[in-house]
C-alpha cells in the first residue's frame, strides 16, 4: 500500500478547508492511527441527523433536482460513439467590385451629399430664388449687403451662390458599384453532425435518478508537509479513460446547481459561499472544470457556466466578504499538524473523535478508545 501521513474522503477536506469561512458549521469525525498512518470517516452528528429529520420537502426537492441535473448532463459513452445524421449547412459568400473603381464611386457620391446637405441648411428662399451672378465692387471682390440690427451691429449676407450637379456617368459608377458589392451567392455542403434523436439523449429525459450510482477516483496530493491519498467522487469525464500511465484527472468534470443569481445580494452570496465549496472540492484532487446549472425556483435550468477551478480565486479577490485560498489551505495544514500530535496510538481498533461544534471556538479532539471503529476486518486482512 502506498504510504501516506492521512487517507480520508475529500468531502472531509472539504469541511476542514472552509472552516474559517463556514464558522457555524459543525461536523464531528473519527480517526485512526493504523501502521504510521492516520484514516479519518467522518461521522453523522446528533445535530446533522436532527437536521436531516427535520428536512422539509422543499429541500428535498431541491435535492432532488441536483440529482437530475447530472443525469441528463451524462451519457454512458462518448460523444464519438452518437448516432450521426447529415444536413445541408448554406454559406454565403460576398463578390466585391474593383476596389479603385468604387472608391472613386464613393468619393464622387460623398461630394454630391456634402453640397446637398449645405444646400438643405440654407433658407428656403435662397434654395428657391433665381441665380445671381455675383457683382463685384471697385476692389474686385463680391459685393455684400448689411442690415444693421437693434444692437447696433451689423449682419452680412452675400449675394453668391454656388450650384453643382452630378453627372449621369459618376451616377451610374455609384449605381454600379453598391450593385456588385451586394451581389452573394450561396453554397451548400453536406455536413455531419449529432443526431439529437439518438436513443442515449432522449432516454436521459425519462431516465431514474439514481443516487447510487457514482464513480469514485483515488488521488494523492500534499498539503505543507502532509501527504494525503484521497478518495472522490467524479461527476462525468470529457474523454474516455485511456490506460495507465494516463493521467485522466485532467478530463474529469464537477456538476453544480444553484439559484440563478437576480440581485448584487445574490451575486454576493454566490461568491462567498458556493464558490468557496466549489473551488475546494475541485482543487484538492485537481479536478480542472465545474460546469454550474443555474435554476430557478422551479427547478428550470436557465442558464449553464463553466468555471475553471484555478481562475476562481480571482473571481472573488478583492470583493467584499471575500475568501482566502492561502487561509483555507494553511488551516487544514495546521489542523493536519495538530492531529499528528495527538492521534499517536498506533491501533486498528482505537479510534479519536475530532469535533468542531458549538460555540465553535476550537476544534476538540476526544480519546474513544475502542469505540466507534472503522477500519473493517477485511481490509485490515488484505493490508496486515
Same mark, same amino acid.
Given at each position: 500500500?502506498?504510504?501516506?501521513?492521512?487517507?480520508?474522503?475529500?468531502?472531509?477536506?472539504? *469541511?476542514?478547508?472552509?472552516?474559517?469561512?463556514?464558522?457555524?458549521?459543525?461536523?464531528?469525525?473519527?480517526?485512526?492511527?493504523?501502521?504510521?498512518?492516520?484514516?479519518?470517516?467522518?461521522?453523522?452528528?446528533?445535530?446533522?441527523?436532527?437536521?436531516?429529520?427535520?428536512?422539509?420537502?422543499?429541500?428535498?426537492?431541491?435535492?432532488?433536482?441536483?440529482?437530475?441535473?447530472?443525469?441528463?448532463?451524462?451519457?454512458?459513452?462518448?460523444?464519438?460513439?452518437?448516432?450521426?445524421?447529415?444536413?445541408?449547412?448554406?454559406?454565403?459568400?460576398?463578390?466585391?467590385?474593383?476596389?479603385?473603381?468604387?472608391?472613386?464611386?464613393?468619393?464622387?457620391?460623398?461630394?454630391?451629399?456634402?453640397?446637398?446637405?449645405?444646400?438643405?441648411?440654407?433658407?428656403?428662399?435662397?434654395?428657391?430664388?433665381? *441665380?445671381?451672378?455675383?457683382?463685384?465692387?471697385?476692389?474686385?471682390?463680391?459685393?455684400?449687403?448689411?442690415?444693421?440690427?437693434?444692437?447696433?451691429?451689423?449682419?452680412?449676407?452675400?449675394?453668391?451662390?454656388?450650384?453643382?450637379?452630378?453627372? *449621369?456617368?459618376?451616377?451610374?459608377?455609384?449605381?454600379?458599384?453598391?450593385?456588385?458589392?451586394?451581389?452573394?451567392?450561396?453554397?451548400?455542403?453536406?455536413?455531419?453532425?449529432?443526431?439529437?434523436?439518438?436513443?442515449?439523449?432522449?432516454?436521459?429525459?425519462?431516465?431514474?435518478?439514481?443516487?447510487?450510482?457514482?464513480?469514485?477516483?483515488?488521488?494523492?496530493?500534499?498539503?505543507?508537509?502532509?501527504?494525503?491519498?484521497?478518495?472522490?467522487?467524479?461527476?462525468?469525464?470529457?474523454?474516455?479513460?485511456?490506460?495507465?500511465?494516463?493521467?485522466?484527472?485532467?478530463?474529469?468534470?464537477?456538476?453544480?446547481?444553484?439559484?440563478?443569481?437576480?440581485?448584487?445580494?445574490?451575486?454576493?452570496?454566490?461568491?462567498?459561499? *458556493?464558490?468557496?465549496?466549489?473551488?475546494?472540492?475541485?482543487?484538492?484532487?485537481?479536478?480542472?472544470?465545474?460546469?454550474?446549472?443555474?435554476?430557478?425556483?422551479?427547478?428550470?435550468?436557465?442558464?449553464?457556466?463553466?468555471?475553471?477551478?484555478?481562475?476562481?480565486?480571482?473571481?472573488?479577490?478583492?470583493?467584499?466578504?471575500?475568501?482566502?485560498?492561502?487561509?483555507?489551505?494553511?488551516?487544514?495544514?495546521?489542523?493536519?499538524?495538530?492531529?499528528?500530535?495527538?492521534?499517536?496510538?498506533?491501533?486498528?481498533?482505537?479510534?479519536?473523535?475530532?469535533?468542531?461544534?458549538?460555540?465553535?471556538?476550537?476544534?476538540?479532539?476526544?480519546?474513544?478508545?475502542?469505540?466507534?471503529?472503522?477500519?473493517?476486518?477485511?481490509?485490515?486482512?488484505?493490508?496486515?
Amino acid at each position: 500500500m502506498t504510504q501516506a501521513n492521512f487517507i480520508c474522503y475529500r468531502g472531509i477536506l472539504t *469541511k476542514i478547508m472552509c472552516t474559517p469561512y463556514s464558522r457555524n458549521e459543525p461536523w464531528e469525525l473519527g480517526a485512526t492511527l493504523y501502521k504510521g498512518t492516520i484514516y479519518i470517516e467522518e461521522h453523522v452528528s446528533a445535530e446533522k441527523r436532527q437536521n436531516a429529520t427535520g428536512t422539509n420537502e422543499r429541500h428535498k426537492l431541491m435535492s432532488y433536482w441536483g440529482y437530475r441535473f447530472e443525469t441528463i448532463c451524462n451519457i454512458s459513452k462518448p460523444m464519438s460513439k452518437l448516432r450521426r445524421i447529415k444536413t445541408k449547412k448554406r454559406h454565403a459568400t460576398t463578390t466585391h467590385s474593383d476596389p479603385e473603381t468604387e472608391a472613386e464611386a464613393l468619393t464622387q457620391e460623398e461630394q454630391r451629399n456634402q453640397i446637398k446637405d449645405g444646400e438643405e441648411e440654407r433658407a428656403p428662399e435662397q434654395q428657391q430664388g433665381p *441665380k445671381v451672378e455675383p457683382q463685384l465692387n471697385s476692389d474686385h471682390e463680391p459685393k455684400t449687403k448689411s442690415r444693421k440690427l437693434d444692437d447696433g451691429t451689423a449682419a452680412v449676407n452675400s449675394d453668391a451662390s454656388v450650384v453643382c450637379g452630378m453627372s *449621369k456617368d459618376t451616377a451610374e459608377i455609384a449605381t454600379s458599384a453598391r450593385l456588385e458589392s451586394s451581389i452573394a451567392e450561396s453554397e451548400t455542403e453536406m455536413v455531419e453532425t449529432i443526431d439529437l434523436e439518438d436513443p442515449e439523449l432522449t432516454g436521459r429525459l425519462d431516465g431514474i435518478v439514481d443516487t447510487n450510482l457514482q464513480y469514485c477516483t483515488v488521488a494523492r496530493t500534499k498539503i505543507g508537509q502532509n501527504s494525503i491519498i484521497m478518495g472522490a467522487e467524479v461527476d462525468c469525464t470529457s474523454e474516455p479513460k485511456k490506460p495507465a500511465p494516463h493521467n485522466p484527472l485532467s478530463n474529469y468534470i464537477e456538476l453544480k446547481t444553484s439559484r440563478v443569481i437576480s440581485s448584487a445580494r445574490d451575486q454576493g452570496n454566490f461568491e462567498r459561499h *458556493k464558490l468557496l465549496k466549489f473551488w475546494a472540492q475541485s482543487f484538492l484532487p485537481g479536478i480542472p472544470t465545474i460546469i454550474v446549472g443555474f435554476r430557478d425556483d422551479d427547478g428550470n435550468v436557465v442558464t449553464v457556466e463553466t468555471f475553471r477551478t484555478m481562475e476562481i480565486p480571482r473571481l472573488v479577490r478583492g470583493k467584499d466578504g471575500a475568501w482566502d485560498t492561502t487561509i483555507c489551505i494553511n488551516f487544514l495544514d495546521g489542523v493536519f499538524n495538530f492531529l499528528r500530535k495527538i492521534v499517536v496510538v498506533d491501533d486498528p481498533e482505537v479510534t479519536y473523535t475530532i469535533r468542531w461544534a458549538y460555540p465553535f471556538k476550537a476544534i476538540e479532539v476526544e480519546f474513544a478508545s475502542k469505540r466507534n471503529k472503522f477500519l473493517t476486518d477485511r481490509f485490515l486482512k488484505r493490508w496486515s
